[in-house]
Nanobody, 123 residues
């Protein structure tokens, strides 16, 4: 059974940075695309961005382009989300997920997902 566990969330001031990690256990997902979503109560889940299985191609939501960077270390079975220039509207629960392809990850075709980590950006 695959488990995805997020870490690194917390409280940060606007303009600050955070780095989230998503550790995978139980089975390797090196053949899977991986990505990040975020969820705010009362709103639809939003695709933040993703990375292909080899870590050579990424895709980002317009709202985070130029500020967020996704990477993965397949040797460590871990994916990262570097968030810079954070804004209060980035406040959400950030959830990592894995799926068969980067092209479909953003449309919600997920195989595995974690419980999420809270990110709060104060103004």
């Amino acid at each position: 059974q695959v488990q995805l566990v997020e870490s690194g969330g917390g409280l940060v001031q606007a303009g600050g940075s955070l780095r989230l990690s998503c550790a995978v256990s139980g089975r390797s997902v090196t053949a899977s695309a991986m990505g990040w979503f975020r969820q705010v109560p009362g709103k639809e889940r939003e695709f933040v961005g993703g990375v292909n299985s080899r870590g050579t191609n990424t895709d980002y939501a317009d709202s985070v382009k130029g500020r967020f960077t996704i990477s993965r270390d397949n040797a460590k079975n871990t994916m990262y989300l570097q968030m810079n220039s954070l804004k209060p509207e980035d406040t959400a629960v950030y959830i990592c997920a894995a799926g068969s392809a980067l092209a479909t990850l953003g449309r919600g075709y997920l195989s595995y997902w974690g419980q999420g980590t809270q990110v709060t950006v104060s103004s």
